[in-house]
């Protein structure tokens, strides 16, 4: 009997454990529902008149909720580059993926830019804002942003 006891005892922690019971862990949600890695191409317009200012590939590499953008390269997309002095290139990239959402950091040279986007790991679409402290552009201005997998 105490022999079947033990079995018994034995076997129910081992099926609570099992079961999700207090030895476990589990995620709850919040996490990135995102997954961004792979080649991207991203169109920036401004919200004045519309025009884009900036369209570039890049890589971004995700870890968990983590965003890096690697080999990001200039792209002549479907509509005008910048002005010269409003043109540079970029140093850094990176963000965190929330839920449906994606949120960063781009600095280059002469701006530094925050930008929020939502939608699938295929399509997503928000708004940016860049800041170009000094020279030419100095300013700070508002746009719509798209980015598409490619």
Known sequence: MKILLIVFTLCSSISLVACGGSGSSSSSGGGADLNLNGMWRV???????????????????????SVTGTDIVPDP???????????????????????????????SDIYTETFTVA???????????????????????NGNMIMTRI
């Open 77 to 107: 997309g479907p509509g005008p580059s910048p002005d010269s002095p409003c043109d540079s290139r970029i140093n850094s990239y990176s963000g965190e993926v929330t839920g449906n959402s994606f949120s960063g950091t781009v600095t």
């Open 43 to 65: 169109h920036h317009h401004f919200n004045e008149g519309g025009d884009f200012i900036r369209t570039y590939t890049l890589t971004l590499v995700q870890t968990d909720n």
């Open 119 to 141: 939608g699938s790991s295929n399509y997503l679409e928000g708004g940016f804002t860049v800041t170009y402290p000094a020279g030419t552009c100095r300013g700070t201005y």
